[in-house]
């Protein structure tokens, strides 16, 4: 139970009618979930308006409203607060409903196109080896120590975020890791929080669906290092044209990672296999077992955070050569007849060329690459030729099939993918719509020492269609496929 007031606390108020001297017991934005002696905070969504629900909310027991415009009428007994923006009033108000746990422990946001889940993740991986407590927020998982919670968004709601940092504050974590989206800087989830730290990964053509240009998506993704405080550190890849751009108004301590530039952090590959890499950080080498250009430049970041958060340099690099992949991040198993199959959840134009081209670094060009990738429904749609285009160019043979279609018929969307595959290419490329069905074609088609990629939906176990789920786990049916056709 909290005094509204005191919840109330920094958020932008523009006028009250009603008394806020008074107690609630929680606070939802979803109308449905509101019950008696609750406040009701109207988002305006891209799909519906809180607004809309005001009286709803009112008769399922809200006793004070939280909007942007006050409604034409009003219910005598209740608290109505018009506030500058009620995303960023929920945000403020979760914070204080809960106490404010980010202040109680070093918060480390990590934003950008690819990269995020993998560095986020494995300095969860690399803190819990140095004996510490740790929190982490990613796509694939929400983690209170060791605690392990469903994640459903990359970066969840206000509520959300607040009440697990609460519990990991309880649990005694020290450190949280956090992938922050452009969704949910722009929704203002992240506004209210203390960030010790910020890292900038690359960017790259996405959200096009929800950001209308990628002016507007890469100022958004700027506009949380703007929002870092002095005592922070703003670490950015600064091989990627738009790092100069994330701290050219930020307050926080300036750093850099590269591995093509003069940077606070460097790093040269020296091997890379698909054992692993051996690279040389700062002038120390180190070998791991994580693979790829785009895994040098995450394992960097994370060395720099590492390093920034007070530990050891050469304690660092120990660790590092010590961590797993993460699940869907290039995750890889050999069959008995020796087929290399690797499972990524690169859905980016950029991630997905990252991947062949690695892949491409490392094989020896007497075996196939063949690829299988599809684009998910109700996304952005002007990436699926490009990513088609890439596929069938950097592969062997490259099968176009489903992805997450949600709401889309998935033939129209293979259609758009194929318009961006070069002529040149047609003979090497297949659409095969059910994704099942496409993986078990790559199967067959593949011979001893070949490599299969199955690129899109990586550590997700679902698909969805028309809006059921349904289980569907990459890497757990071509293990059976090859297990089964090649005996």
Same mark, same amino acid.
């Given at each position: ?151 459903? $968004? ?28 452009? $969704? ?49 550190? =703003? ?100 069959? =008995? ?50 990513? =088609? ?69 990586? $550590? ?28």
């Amino acid at each position: 139970m909290s005094v509204l007031k005191d919840i109330l606390y920094k958020v932008a108020i523009e006028a009250v009618k009603g008394s806020t001297d008074i107690t609630i017991d929680k606070m939802d934005f979803d109308s449905r979930k509101i019950e008696k002696n609750d406040v009701f905070i109207a988002i305006r969504g891209s799909i519906s308006d809180g607004h809309d629900f005001i009286e709803k909310a009112i008769q399922q027991g809200a006793v004070a409203i939280v909007c942007d415009t006050f409604p034409e009428t009003t219910t005598k007994g209740i608290t109505y607060v018009q506030v500058k923006d009620t995303n960023s009033a929920l945000a403020f108000m979760a914070a204080n409903y809960f106490g404010d746990p980010s202040e109680k422990m070093k918060l480390v946001g990590i934003t950008g196109t690819n990269g995020k889940t993998t560095i986020a993740s494995l300095l969860y991986q690399l803190f819990k080896k140095a004996g510490f407590k740790v929190g982490l927020l990613s796509t694939v998982k929400i983690l209170v120590d060791e605690k392990e919670y469903k994640a459903t $968004h990359t970066t969840p709601d206000s509520i959300t975020i607040n009440h697990y940092l609460k519990e990991m504050a309880e649990s005694g974590v020290e450190y949280c890791f956090m992938e922050v989206s452009s $969704h949910g800087i722009h929704q203002k989830r992240t506004e209210a929080l203390h960030f010790v730290g910020g890292i900038f990964t690359n960017l790259s053509h996405d959200h096009l669906d929800y950001h209308p240009t990628f002016a507007e998506y890469r100022d958004v993704k700027k506009s949380f290092f703007d929002n870092l405080p002095k005592s922070a550190f =703003a670490l950015v890849n600064i091989d990627d044209k738009n790092g100069p751009v994330m701290l050219q108004n930020t307050a926080a301590k300036k750093l850099t990672y590269a591995l093509k530039s003069y940077a606070d952090y460097k790093a040269q590959i020296l091997e890379n296999q698909l054992s692993g890499l051996l690279l040389k950080i700062n002038g120390n080498e180190v070998w791991v077992k994580l693979i790829g250009t785009f895994n040098a430049y995450n394992l960097l970041a994370i060395y720099g955070t590492a390093v920034q958060l007070g530990m050891e340099s050469l304690e660092v690099l120990r660790l590092l050569s010590d961590l797993e992949s993460v699940s869907g991040r290039f995750q890889f198993i050999v069959s =008995a007849s020796n087929i290399t199959a690797i499972v990524d959840y690169a859905h980016t134009p950029d991630a997905l060329e990252n991947v062949l081209k690695t892949i491409n670094n490392i094989r020896t060009k007497n075996e196939q690459l063949i690829t299988v990738v599809g684009c998910g429904g109700n996304r952005d749609k002007t990436k699926r030729p490009i990513m =088609a285009g890439i596929a069938s160019e950097l592969s062997d043979k490259a099968i176009l099939t489903s992805d997450n279609p949600r709401n889309e018929d998935p033939e129209v969307i293979i259609t758009e993918m194929e318009q961006g595959v070069a002529p040149q290419n047609y003979k090497k490329t297949l659409t095969i719509t059910d994704r099942k069905q496409a993986i078990k074609t790559a199967c067959q088609l593949a011979q001893p020492n070949d490599i299969i990629l199955i690129a899109g939906k990586g $550590h997700e176990t679902y698909q969805e269609i028309n809006g059921v789920r349904h289980d569907f786990d990459d890497m757990k049916i071509v293990k059976e496929l090859l297990e089964q056709l090649h005996k």
